[in-house]
């Protein structure tokens, strides 16, 4: 009993794999994973339970650690109180959905790093975000409020369980939306003018501060503007992704996107860089380009695939890759350290070089952010090649080098699979765009990485990292990746890459329906250590789960002619529906995907793919239709199924391409300019 007692009360986290959890291993804070072993512990000594939930690259996480959880005093108090579980919110997303949405049922506003208070049952009655060590900013300590909670517990049993109580029953209705009844293509168009009133006309993004790039909000706003013919809507996004690009929330020297800038010029990043911003800015910066033909577009594309291949890559035994989750905003305990500049630093290392450089760069004596330097374009034109733009490569090349020798930021080395589908989809509409081979077969070994070693019995897990797979799939790993799936299948025409997207799509169906109420949950239905279901429909930085599966259905149906494919994602339309535009410009996964269901072109292109014609007209396709164009390969002979408006045309000699509208094609176009013209006349 005495072995016991010990092993009950250390902290337990060095058994995690998880590099955020690790982070938190040597605390005097007795720890544990979220589980069955950590509630059944909370219930058994009557216990309020202490939840913590971050992520590696969360700065404000490190901060609260270092003052709080690294505190002797502190942690005796959470220690004799609480049972003190740590979650990495990247690991277990629904979880960190459900606790977010109790804090803001509760009035607060969300964040991490996350403390929420629950009962022994798992069920939150308080909580708040970052609490400081002792008084300040407006907030009480964490001792205090360490000791305001566990006197209530024991003292207001009753009232604990009633606040508890409200506040599932809340959740659960959350769970059960009314819907709207339906969308109409007028309802998108004032949507879309309603998005527009709210960039910023001067810095593009939202007005004020902080900015973050807000990819499907502006991925609406952009197919709006074209769906309109809305010059006023194209300059909001275009201007937006120019000062991005631009601006300091751009790694000027190695590549990527920071998650957001603090300021409202987009100067000041929080330096942490995510997987999911980079991927998801890669596919629209690429989707924006084949209109504009802007070469800073490109630049920051192939850049920033670089820095992914170069900085993220994570192999797998035999030779798969995949990518890292995200960079640490700190390194050496200071946020932004490696990637800001004095100006003696840069004299010292350009020379003669250093005056055009810093006149480029923004680079002063006083610097820009706290003293010292973080480089940006916001002040010179973008760059648009030439000599003076090659010798600023050449420096940039200098400074990357030296960049090298500092303390680089922790990386996290979970491989997510919702994340990493989002960036098979970047690789390929990138590769597609801009004719990179490189590209393609990168987005083809990272698929075949979550097949390997992120599937097991057909269902896929949520997180690799050290060799070791775990959590169950959320609703978001299966729409990623099935829309991976369709974008491959889309580039390549292997049907391999279709007969696993329906395999998928059946464990969704099966698993994560609301047959009763409709749409799909967060959590599979053997999924049994979370207190509710969460069913969701806002976009956030990462597109909802429910929006991607309604655009997944629309391409399936359009792809297969399947009728209950379209059926299931109009049952979506109506329950997350709303009349009012106000509500819509939170959900423009849902708008896209309905864009796509309602007025998609369907280009199937019939011919061999070796037949340089077939290339010819598929390029063509690429160039000139609209975003919410679904483009199939199909080999001649190939029958399609009798549902398929296409059914009975796929048996011609020769290469051509079929334009499908409201489930009726039009006459073989065997010219790729032929074909750009009719595309362009739609």
Not at 538 to 552: F, T
């Given at each position: ?66 003052e709080s959880f690294e505190a002797d005093a502190i942690a005796a108090v959470m220690n004799e109180h609480f049972i003190n579980i740590k979650v990495d919110r990247e690991e277990r997303p629904d979880l960190d959905v459900i606790y977010q949405t109790a804090l803001g049922l509760m009035g607060e506003r969300g964040g991490w790093p996350l403390t929420m208070f629950l009962t022994p049952g798992g069920e939150p009655f308080w909580g708040g975000t ?6 300040k900013y407006g907030l009480p300590s964490f001792p205090h409020i360490l000791g305001s909670i566990a006197e209530t517990f024991h003292r207001q049993v009753d009232g604990i369980k009633d606040a508890a109580q409200t506040i599932k029953e809340a959740m659960e209705q959350l769970a059960r939306p009314e819907g709207g009844g339906g969308l109409e293509m007028d309802l998108l168009d004032r949507t879309a003018a309603l998005c527009l009133s709210a960039v910023d006309p001067v810095e593009g993004g939202s007005m004020g501060a902080p900015k973050f790039p807000q990819v499907p909000f502006f991925t609406f706003l952009w197919r709006s503007s074209k769906r309109l013919h809305s010059e006023a809507m194209a300059r909001a996004v275009t201007l937006t992704l120019e000062r991005i690009c631009r601006g300091g929330i751009y790694d000027h020297l190695g590549g990527g996107f920071s ?424």
């Amino acid at each position: 009993m005495e072995r016991m007692a010990r092993t009950m009360t250390k902290n337990l986290l060095s058994l995690e794999t998880s590099p955020y959890l690790l982070l938190h291993k040597d605390n005097p804070v007795h720890w544990r994973a979220w589980g069955e072993g950590a509630l059944a512990e909370a219930r058994r000594e009557n216990k309020p339970i202490l939840l913590s939930i971050g992520y590696a690259a969360c700065h404000w996480c490190h901060v609260m650690a270092h003052e709080s959880f690294e505190a002797d005093a502190i942690a005796a108090v959470m220690n004799e109180h609480f049972i003190n579980i740590k979650v990495d919110r990247e690991e277990r997303p629904d979880l960190d959905v459900i606790y977010q949405t109790a804090l803001g049922l509760m009035g607060e506003r969300g964040g991490w790093p996350l403390t929420m208070f629950l009962t022994p049952g798992g069920e939150p009655f308080w909580g708040g975000t970052y609490f400081p060590a002792t008084a300040k900013y407006g907030l009480p300590s964490f001792p205090h409020i360490l000791g305001s909670i566990a006197e209530t517990f024991h003292r207001q049993v009753d009232g604990i369980k009633d606040a508890a109580q409200t506040i599932k029953e809340a959740m659960e209705q959350l769970a059960r939306p009314e819907g709207g009844g339906g969308l109409e293509m007028d309802l998108l168009d004032r949507t879309a003018a309603l998005c527009l009133s709210a960039v910023d006309p001067v810095e593009g993004g939202s007005m004020g501060a902080p900015k973050f790039p807000q990819v499907p909000f502006f991925t609406f706003l952009w197919r709006s503007s074209k769906r309109l013919h809305s010059e006023a809507m194209a300059r909001a996004v275009t201007l937006t992704l120019e000062r991005i690009c631009r601006g300091g929330i751009y790694d000027h020297l190695g590549g990527g996107f920071s998650r957001y800038s603090t300021d409202e010029v987009w100067l000041a990043p929080h330096f942490e860089k995510m997987l999911y911003d980079n991927a998801l800015l890669i596919e629209f910066l690429s989707e924006v380009w084949l209109d504009t033909h802007d070469p800073l577009l490109a630049e920051r594309v192939e850049q920033t695939i670089g820095w992914a291949l170069r900085d993220m890559a994570v192999t797998g035994p035999d030779g798969e890759s995949a990518f890292a989750s995200a960079l640490d905003a700190d390194s050496e305990g200071v946020e932004g350290k490696y990637y800001v500049w004095t100006e003696a630093e840069i004299d010292a290392l350009l020379g003669p070089d250093s005056p055009a450089f810093k006149k480029a760069y923004d680079v002063t004596a006083r610097g820009n952010w706290e003293g010292r330097t973080i480089l940006n374009r916001r002040g010179t034109a973008p760059p648009r090649g030439g000599v003076k733009e090659g010798a600023l490569a050449r420096c940039r090349e200098i400074l990357l080098e030296a960049r090298t020798s500092r303390v680089p930021p922790a990386r996290d080395d979970k491989v997510l699979c919702d994340w990493n589908g989002l960036m098979i989809s970047a690789l390929v509409r990138a590769a597609t765009a801009f004719k990179e081979k490189a590209w393609l077969d990168a987005a083809k070994r990272t698929f075949d990485f979550i097949c390997r070693y992120m599937t097991e019995d057909g269902r896929l897990h949520h997180s690799r990292c050290g060799g070791v797979t775990r959590h169950a799939a959320v609703l978001d790993d299966y729409a990623q990746m099935i829309r991976s799936a369709l974008t491959l299948l889309e580039s390549c025409g292997e049907s391999v890459y279709l007969d696993q997207a329906l395999a998928w799509l059946a464990v969704v169906n099966g698993r994560f329906w609301d047959e009763a109420g409709g749409g799909y949950y967060l959590t599979a239905d053997d999924v049994t250590d979370v207190i509710t279901r969460s069913k969701t429909i806002a976009d956030n930085a990462m597109p909802s789960g429910n929006g991607v599966m309604l655009e997944v259905l629309a391409r399936l149906f359009l792809i297969t002619g399947d009728v209950a494919h379209r059926q299931r994602a109009e049952r979506i339309v109506r329950v997350f529906s709303s009349s009012d535009p106000r509500n819509l410009t939170n959900l423009p996964g849902l708008t896209v995907g309905f864009e796509i269901l309602e007025r998609a072109l369907s280009i199937i292109i019939v011919g061999d793919l070796t037949d340089p014609l077939t290339t010819a007209l598929r390029r063509a396709a690429v160039d000139t239709a609209p975003p919410w164009r679904v483009l199939m390969g199909v080999a001649p002979g190939t029958g399609l199924p009798a549902s398929h408006p296409a059914h009975g045309k796929t048996g011609r000699s020769g290469p051509a391409a079929f334009v499908c509208t409201a489930g009726t094609c039009g006459l073989p176009i065997t010219d790729p300019e032929a074909l750009r013209n009719h595309l362009a006349a739609l």
